[in-house]
Structures are given as structure tokens and as C-alpha cells.
């Protein structure tokens, strides 16, 4: 079992905390529980079609926000951004240019440089991707397209055919790396430039 508190400090004061030891069961349901938080904000978020972004966050022009989306205080949206799918801004978090982030949770003062891709995954707080970093969510390549998570020395069928993975608070994650589906990873850690994170590389080993 893991814990996604023992990953991301603040998500037990999140909305989503239920999910605390099954993220990958979270994320097919975050656009629903998206709608739901969407009733319980205040006047400071302008909201139109399913799209809620508070009044003190910056969005550039050309960017592309498709709801349910929350948008949090401080944050800052770059031109050419596309965030679709379900996703949560927790505040003050950066998404630069040409980024596409799809059904996934970032928390607070974490930032996506440029030409990244988030896909299905939960983001700690104070993470930084840098240009070109990737979260794949699906193993296009295999046949067998179950995804994995490793525990220690032993792995464990989730049950879902996408999901990108858990990225711990204070993570750093170099320019052009590549985070497999499944992902885990701790707390500072440090993923140098070019790396291919691979937890599991082969399905039920």
C-alpha cells in the first residue's frame, strides 16, 4: 500500500484525500470531483464553462482551457498552453508556453516550464519540470498495457491503463526526461536531463 501523504504533504488538506492510498483510482474521477469544487467557490473566481480561474491568476493570451478547471490563486498560465481533461491548480503554479497538462492535480508553487506534458498524474508542491520533461500516462509500445507501480521489490497491477504517476513534493526533474507511467516518486527527488524513468519496465515482474 502506499500513501499518497507519505508523497504530497498537503494532500491530506486537499478535496481529494479520500483517494489517499488509491491515486490512480482518483484520476477517472477528478473531472467529477472538479464540478463539485466548482460549486463551493467564492466570488473571488470568475467561472464560465466549467472553467474557474480566481481573480488574482495570470492566463496569457492563446492558451487553451478546457473545463472542469480550477485555476488558483497566483498562478500563471503562458501562452500556447492547452490544459484540458479535469485538472486542479492548486495557487501560485506555473504552466509555461506550448505546455499540455490533462486530468491531473498540481499543487502549490510548482512549476512546468515549457513543451511538457502532465498526463493523468498528481503533482506535489514546490516541483520543477524543466523544458521538454515529460509524464507519460500510456504504454503506447506494449501489448499488454497494464500499468504497474513498484513497492518496494514487488509490483502491483492498479487495474488502469492510464495513469502518469505520483511526483513528491520539492522534486526536481531535468530537461527532457522521460517519467514512464506508474511513476513514484519521493520527496526531493533529483531526475537529471535525459533520464527514462522506468519503475517497472516489465509488466508483472
Given amino acids: 500500500m502506499i500513501k499518497t501523504t507519505d508523497y504530497i504533504a498537503s494532500f491530506q488538506d486537499s478535496p481529494f484525500q479520500s483517494y489517499n492510498t488509491t491515486p ?45 478547471l480550477i485555476v488558483g490563486p497566483q498562478c500563471f498560465i503562458a501562452a500556447h498552453a492547452y490544459i484540458r481533461g479535469g485538472v486542479y491548480l492548486q495557487q501560485k503554479v506555473t504552466i509555461g508556453p506550448s505546455c499540455e497538462i490533462k486530468t491531473s492535480i498540481l499543487f502549490s508553487h510548482t512549476s512546468i516550464a515549457h513543451f511538457n506534458f502532465i498526463g493523468d498524474s498528481i503533482i506535489g508542491g514546490h516541483v520543477n519540470f524543466e523544458a521538454g520533461a515529460l509524464m507519460a500516462n500510456h504504454y503506447n509500445e506494449r501489448t499488454d498495457k497494464r500499468i504497474f507501480i513498484q513497492i518496494g521489490e514487488r509490483s502491483q497491477d492498479i487495474g488502469v491503463t492510464k495513469f502518469g504517476g505520483v511526483v513528491g513534493d520539492q522534486v526536481r526533474v531535468g530537461a527532457n526526461a522521460v517519467l514512464s507511467p506508474g511513476t513514484l516518486l519521493a520527496p526531493g527527488t533529483i531526475i537529471g536531463r535525459l533520464v527514462l524513468i522506468e519503475q517497472n519496465p516489465f509488466p508483472g515482474t
Fill in 24 to 68: 490512480w483510482l482518483l484520476i477517472p474521477e477528478l473531472p467529477n470531483l472538479i464540478r463539485q469544487e466548482l460549486l463551493q467557490l467564492d466570488s473571488t473566481y470568475h467561472i464560465k464553462d466549467e472553467v474557474a480561474i480566481h481573480e488574482s491568476a495570470t492566463v496569457e493570451a492563446g492558451a487553451i482551457l478546457k473545463g472542469p
